[in-house]
């Protein structure tokens, strides 16, 4: 079984930075990807960016290219630099691990709990 655990989240203006992490804990691999998505009230969930943890390919969602940048360290952190934040950016934000860099959310097998980011014009 795999935790993982977000944080980072908060409140910010437009055009401010935020950075969020996901810790992972429990079961240990290196072959896998982790990703980023977000759900704002009354939308889907959607892609935002992941990561293949060994060969450190990446793909972002159009929306945030550009913008956010997504890396992971050397133990088990992969964080997601937002700069530029917009309000259409507010949400909760979710980590998630999977086998494939894909942005399809159910082919992630573990999700976080989320972190609430909120943008204000």
């Known amino acids: 079984q795999v935790q993982l655990v977000e944080s980072g989240g908060g409140l910010v203006q437009a055009g401010g930075s935020l950075r969020l992490s996901c810790v992972a804990s429990?079961?240990?691999?290196?072959?896998?990807?982790m990703g980023w998505f977000r759900q704002a009230p009354g939308k889907e969930r959607e892609f935002v960016a992941a990561i293949h943890w060994l060969s450190r390919s990446t793909n972002y969602a159009a929306s945030v290219k550009g913008r956010f940048t997504i890396s992971r360290d050397n133990a088990n952190t992969v964080d997601l630099q937002m700069n530029s934040l917009k309000p259409e950016d507010t949400a909760v934000y979710y980590c998630?691990?999977?086998?494939?860099?894909?942005?399809?959310?159910?082919?992630?097998?573990?999700w976080g709990q989320g972190t609430q980011v909120t943008v204000s014009s």
């Open positions: 429990g079961r240990t691999f290196s072959n896998h990807v």
């Open positions: 998630a691990a999977g086998w494939v860099l894909t942005t399809t959310g159910r082919q992630y097998e573990y």
